[in-house]
Nanobody, 124 residues
Framework: QVQLLESGGGLVQAGGSLRLSCAASGGTDSMYCMGWFRQTPGKEREFVAGISRSGISTTYADSVKGRFTISRDMAKNTVYLQMNSLKPAETAVYYC?????????????????WGQGTQVTVSS
């Protein structure tokens, strides 16, 4: 059983940056592909970025390409999401998730474990 704990959310002005962290415990971090999703009330959870078990491969939603970077530190069992040039429309709860698959999935339905989420608010 993997436990995921996100941190790093907060309030930032449009155009600003935040770095989210997701600390994994209770399992071997490298056994999972990891993903970041976001969700606003009344909407489905949206894929933001994913990273392979090795950390070599990454996938991004088109809307964040060139602005967001996902990475992982195996020694610390932690996954990061660096978010730059944030927009007000990206205000959401951001979730970290772990997937036992060997490929990066973009559907939230494929992920096995979830964190509790961290709020990101981007003011205009």
């Amino acid at each position: 059983q993997v436990q995921l704990l996100e941190s790093g959310g907060g309030l930032v002005q449009a155009g600003g940056s935040l770095r989210l962290s997701c600390a994994a415990s209770g399992g071997t971090d490298s056994m999972y592909c990891m993903g970041w999703f976001r969700q606003t009330p009344g909407k489905e959870r949206e894929f933001v970025a994913g990273i392979s078990r090795s950390g070599i491969s990454t996938t991004y939603a088109d809307s964040v390409k060139g602005r967001f970077t996902i990475s992982r530190d195996m020694a610390k069992n932690t996954v990061y999401l660096q978010m730059n040039s944030l927009k007000p429309a990206e205000t959401a709860v951001y979730y970290c998730a772990a997937d036992r698959s060997i490929v990066i999935h973009t559907s939230h339905l494929r992920y096995d474990y979830w964190g509790q989420g961290t709020q990101v608010t981007v003011s205009s």
